[in-house]
């Protein structure tokens, strides 16, 4: 896709899956032409998990560094579970769309190693780092996700691995559409 194209866009999803192979796949010319697009030419970011960490800073990964070379590790959770419905928080109450947990596999903790970029939507009930973060990278909007509120409702993802959920299908899919039109848009989600 040529740099003209991608700027007729409003909105990149990067989804989930290896960042790694994510950025190995991509030339180092394609992440900048990415990056300058956000940056300058105001595309928007919606990155949920492998695409979170795509969207930080790695230089060794060739990722977008949207963040201002703040970088994400793990979840506290990695490498014990690689698969968890994981409790979140809100800053508001009730949480929106009575959303209580949602599906975590091998994600971000969003807090940059202590350096924090962005604003804070949501953090794993747990330890309180950031779940969801999002901020202006340049003339961009981005918006980043550990978990995936997205996940199908089937046994390869919400119904695996016998786990329980406290927020409904219905629920998590909504505050999904709710992160895609906050990230479209460029809208400030409520924030800690």
Known sequence: MSETTLKSYRLFIVPGGNSIQIGNNLKTTTTAMIRKTVQVD???YLGICAGAFFGGYGTPYN???????????FYKDYPTYHIEAVDLTFPQAPPPNNVKDAYWQDGPELDGQGVQWGTIVSK????????????ASGVGWVVLTGVHFEAPNNTTWRLCCNLVWDTSYADDAAYAGVLVLAAYNGTDLPHY
């Open 42 to 44: 105001g595309l928007h």
């Open 63 to 73: 990722n977008l560094n949207l963040t201002n070379g703040v970088w994400f590790d």
């Open 124 to 135: 794993y009930a747990a330890d309180g780092t950031p779940a969801v973060i999002q901020g």
